[in-house]
């Protein structure tokens, strides 16, 4: 009787590699976060908390993203406009911290 041996997932037929990802620059200062981004932020431990609970595999940034999303999109208007709120501090808060900022996508 002959056993046998799965091939080594790090052989190199099996490899799968994903372009590299750019390294942001560090003398650009980042963009503020806009409401969403702060809604995302204060929801993203109680999303991964609540599919754990559930017994789910771990999430995806973008699973995470998507279910945020959906959750914004069905916030009562008075909860968008307290992210809203946050999101002009957080402007403000950029602008003393980075005078003179102007965002300059990549082209």
Do not use: C
């Not at 969403?36 to 609970?53: C, D, G, P, T």
């Amino acid at each position: 009787m002959s056993t046998s041996i799965p091939p080594s997932s790090s052989s190199p037929g099996n490899t799968v590699t994903r372009p590299a990802r750019k390294q942001r620059r560090r003398d650009v200062p980042p963009r503020p976060p806009n409401s969403f981004i702060l809604y995302r932020r204060a929801k993203h431990a109680q999303l991964v908390a609540e599919h754990k609970r559930r017994g789910g595999p771990a999430l995806s940034n973008n699973q995470i993203s998507q279910s945020a999303g959906a959750q914004w999109r069905a916030e009562a208007r008075e909860v968008r406009e307290h992210y809203m709120k946050l999101a002009e501090e957080e402007k403000r808060r950029h602008a003393l911290q980075f005078p003179g900022y102007k965002y300059q996508p990549r082209k």
